[in-house]
């Protein structure tokens, strides 16, 4: 069975400061990952994937499969990234089936 | 492209009365999802649809929750009856390849 752990529900940092948001999954194949995220009252969006390793709004994240992470990184955080952030993970199945975390607030504190 | 558009944005019910939802996924993608959103349990796949059929419902918590898609511009999730529990915000996706696209969610609040 295939899992998402975020192991944050909050996460406060102060701007300016680095930020790292967490991620651990279990899948049995090669898996193909992500990380959403969601600003206050609004809908969920893609931030990145790792099959292209981009650099969204000055986050990066990079699959580690030895270590089964997907940690999400930005050097410096600015106000504007306080946010829910998830981590999400699809299956083989051929249907895009995507398995989320529960997600961590990220506050950047003033 | 509206994108996937959700209605509607907020439903306010009493315990017991029917809820229907709607969804209208982007045109072309093939997959459809309903999510639903609490503080509790973050984000919960329903059920999942992949060509207008269902594959996999094991998400919906009780024969309360029923979902369909006639046909692949339309998409209903429907409570009968509404609880106090089903409060949370429910979100609809499609997708036709890598990462999904969100709709704004329905706040539904029973009460």
């Known amino acids: 069975a295939q899992r998402v752990t975020q192991p944050e529900k909050l996460l406060s940092v102060f701007k300016g400061a680095p930020v790292e948001l967490k991620c651990n999954y279990s899948?049995?194949?090669?898996?193909?990952l992500f990380w959403y995220v969601q600003y206050s009252r609004q809908r969920l969006q893609l931030l990145l994937r790792h099959i292209s390793r981009e650099s969204i709004k000055g986050f990066t994240a990079d699959l580690n499969k030895g270590e089964t992470s997907f940690h999400l990184k930005k050097p410096f955080a600015q106000e504007e990234d306080s946010a829910m952030y998830y981590c999400a993970l699809t299956d083989s199945g051929g249907y895009q089936k995507v398995t989320f975390g529960t997600g961590t607030k990220l506050q950047v504190i003033p | 492209d509206a994108g996937v558009i959700q209605s509607p944005r907020h439903e306010v019910t009493e315990m017991g009365q029917e809820v229907t939802l709607r969804c209208k996924p982007i045109?072309?993608?093939?997959?459809l999802f309903w999510y639903r959103q609490t503080m509790m349990r973050g984000l919960e796949l329903l059920i999942y649809?992949?060509?207008?059929?269902?594959?996999?419902d094991s998400g919906m918590p009780e024969d309360r929750f029923s979902a369909k898609m006639p046909n692949a511009s339309f998409s209903t999730l429907k409570i009968q009856p509404s609880e106090p529990r089903d409060s949370a915000v429910y979100f609809c996706a499609s997708s036709t390849g890598y990462g999904y696209t969100f709709g704004s969610g329905t706040r539904l609040t029973v009460v």
């Open positions: 649809f992949n060509n207008n059929v269902p594959i996999d």
């Open positions: 899948y049995s194949g090669s898996p193909e």
């Open positions: 045109s072309g993608h093939n997959s």
